[in-house]
């Protein structure tokens, strides 16, 4: 099941916005991604982070991969409609292949 | 690129109906996935795969069977299909974790709707 907390849930904000969501897990992991899925879709891979303290962007996104292991946020700067979307982030421990899943942040830009 | 295509991204199929998910990746990755992803569940793993005729249950397994007999290629099986089984269903790839750097790659989902 799911460990790890994505907050916030949803948010609704302005076009031209900066927006930052994170994750956090009672437990350490080696790896944090971060998904976009958009309706209909699959999650898109945006960033990996691998290193702990890591600091990777991608355009206009932002992650960083949380000095305890335990957390990471996403920021996105400057939002645009196309932003619109759901926001995963997951982890991996090192437990085999297996990814844990945060429950997703969904985005929704007003234009 | 990684690409993981599934074979379907819609499917209509009624309660007791045999149902085939078909999902491919070309990029020689070792291992592949399926989750069902449901409103207000997240995304579950049903089953995985290590490599070829290899197959791992996951968290849901229950109702599903899989099948590997090319690197390439992972089939999720609904051997009877029921209504509970509606949901959107995603494929997954990736090659074995460096120091633990698991990456996953999704394919764009299968919809599938049991009558």
């Known amino acids: 099941g799911q460990q790890l907390n994505q907050s916030p849930q949803s948010m609704f904000i302005q076009e031209g916005e900066d927006v930052s969501m994170n994750c956090t897990s009672s437990?350490?992991?080696?790896?944090w991604l971060w998904y976009k899925q958009d309706p209909g879709e699959g999650p898109v891979l945006l960033i990996a982070l691998y290193k702990a303290g890591e600091l990777t962007s991608n355009g206009r996104l932002t992650a960083q991969f949380g000095i305890t292991r335990k957390d990471s946020f996403l920021n996105i700067s400057a939002s645009i409609p196309s932003d619109v979307g759901i926001y995963f982030c997951?982890?991996?421990?090192?437990?085999?292949?297996?990814?844990?899943f945060g429950g997703g942040t969904r985005l929704m830009v007003k234009p | 690129d990684v690409k993981v295509t599934q074979s379907s991204r819609y499917l209509v199929k009624r309660t007791g109906e045999k149902v085939f998910l078909e999902c491919v990746q070309d990029m020689d990755h070792e291992n592949m996935f399926w989750y069902r992803q449901d409103p207000g569940l997240g995304l579950r793993l049903i089953y995985f795969?290590?490599?070829?005729?290899?197959?791992e249950k996951g968290d849901i397994p229950e109702g599903y069977s899989v099948s590997r007999e090319k690197k390439e290629r992972f089939s999720l099986i609904l051997e009877s299909a029921s209504t509970n089984q509606t949901s959107m269903y995603l494929c997954?790839?990736?090659?074995?974790?460096?120091?633990?750097?698991?990456?996953?790659?999704f394919g764009p989902g299968t919809r599938l709707l049991v009558l």
């Open positions: 997954a790839s990736s090659s074995p974790p460096r120091g633990g750097q698991e990456t996953q790659y």
């Open positions: 795969s290590y490599d070829v005729k290899m197959k």
């Open positions: 437990s350490i992991f080696n790896t």
């Open positions: 997951a982890g991996n421990n090192n437990a085999g292949n297996m990814l844990t």
